[in-house]
């Protein structure tokens, strides 16, 4: 989908020289897809270059580097809503479409699948550490909805530290997997890929496509409500579908190729192994630049999109849990996408806003409890 570069040019001069809202935003989606796809290639180039524990811990860091570039310009741009909304998509995409379509391409292609059961139950219990943390200032917000930004901040200090630990977990088990199984397909993926580029090439291409994917984001940011107000859609529906569409879009490519390699355990890694950095990192590193750049942005986010994560990771957590996937969960996992995004298309403005800032009549009324 490289070829979808021919948008950056014409989405950052119309977003420059205020063109069409309509026309800046659909460049920019377009202009985003191979702008994540390049950055991807880039990171597996480099971590080829620098060996399979080195490579590994370069892939999980800037695996969601799209989602936390967009979601900084758009927390810049005051719009906290639309970056949670966006995370919320990026969870959705990862779990639902990225993980359906490569069940029903494997499943279709090979068959069955064999995944591995210890893994999967690390990963399920991972997910679901995941989807509380979410829940808990969700229902905190209820009866104190004032002290959520530092209940949040609170809660992002242990985000963090999970992470740490799971990614020095993750590199230890993978080096040990490499010392014991030299041709494993955990180092067929990153320790022996295809001819790759030089390193300064790698390099260089990562950080042109970080630079140019943050002036499109910007100029998708700038785009998004009077798009949204145009075709007559909400701005929650906006970030969950579209933006965290195209920012989950690398992790969608990357389950597809290893589909098609009849890699299921590399699908597993690529799908549930985003979200869980996704939660554990991006979100937390986002509160933070929130409070650095004086903008709103905690971890309440709205009764509905906790409703859809929680939804998605007990779902997938189900059907990959007896160790074995097909085509027909894949199909499954789409029409979960499917029905939650229909939800979210009929979700207005209005009802995910007064989740988010409580009226001023409730915050008087809580105020005037003894």
Known sequence: MKWLLVCVPPALFLGWYDGSPLLVFALSLAAIIPLVELMGDAT????????STAGGLLNTTLANAPELIIGLVALSNGLGSVVKASLTGSVLVNLLVGMGIALVWGGSKYGPQRLERK????????????????????????????????????????????????????LYTHQTIVDQHPHSEIEEAIVEPQPGWPMHTSVAVLTISAVLLGFVSESLSNSLSPTAAQLGLSNTFSGIVLLGGVGGIGEVLAALRFARAGKPSLVLSSTVGSTIQLVLMVAPLLVFAGLLLGQPMDLCFTSFEVVAIVLAVVITKELIEDGESSWFEGVLLLGMYVILAVGFFHLPDSAADSEQAPSMKQTMSLQSIP
């Open 44 to 51: 597996e180039h480099i971590a080829a270059k620098l060996g």
């Open 119 to 170: 893994k999967l139950r690390s990963n399920g219990s991972m997910l679901l550490i995941c989807a509380f943390c979410l829940i808990v200032p969700a229902v905190f917000k209820i009866g104190t909805p004032d002290g959520t930004r530092g209940l949040s901040t609170e809660i992002s200090v242990v985000l963090l530290c999970i992470y740490f630990v799971n990614v020095l977990v993750t």
